[in-house]
């Protein structure tokens, strides 16, 4: 998608501070983080909420493996942390291309803030 930021990190043109990357999960971190640990984990193709996401079974699973494991290596696995997935306008959604909040790195409260 011509207009999707996340399909420009995705391809390179736009820049972010990777974490992670496999054939089929970019991960990079926020640049308006919430909390020490903020990262964004997004399939490469290009989906665009949890709402299409059902055709997407195998690849959705590939996303929550990798949160695991960006998880585990920024070293939020001891005291835990919190995986966010905003949908649709109401969700407060701003890129329509599927994507994840891994945030930690401190005491979260709820509501989220």
């Given at each position: ?24 999960v970019?991960?990079f971190?926020?640049?308006n ?30 996303i ?5 494991k960006?998880?585990?290596?920024l ?7 919190r ?17 994840f909040?891994?945030?930690g790195?401190r ?5 989220p803030?």
């Amino acid at each position: 998608m011509a207009d999707c930021i996340f399909c420009g990190i995705v391809e390179g043109s736009v820049p972010s501070d990777k974490v992670y990357e496999d054939d089929s999960v970019l991960a990079f971190r926020d640049i308006n983080p919430v909390a020490p640990v903020h990262v964004l984990i997004i399939p490469k193709k290009h989906v665009p909420s949890l709402l299409d996401a059902e055709e997407e079974p195998e690849l959705m699973g590939k996303i929550i493996a990798a949160a695991s494991k960006v998880a585990k290596e920024l070293g939020l696995a001891e005291k835990g942390f919190r995986l966010v997935n905003n949908c649709g306008e109401h969700g407060m959604q701003t890129v329509y291309h599927i994507h994840f909040h891994l945030i930690g790195g401190r005491q979260l409260t709820w509501p989220p803030g």
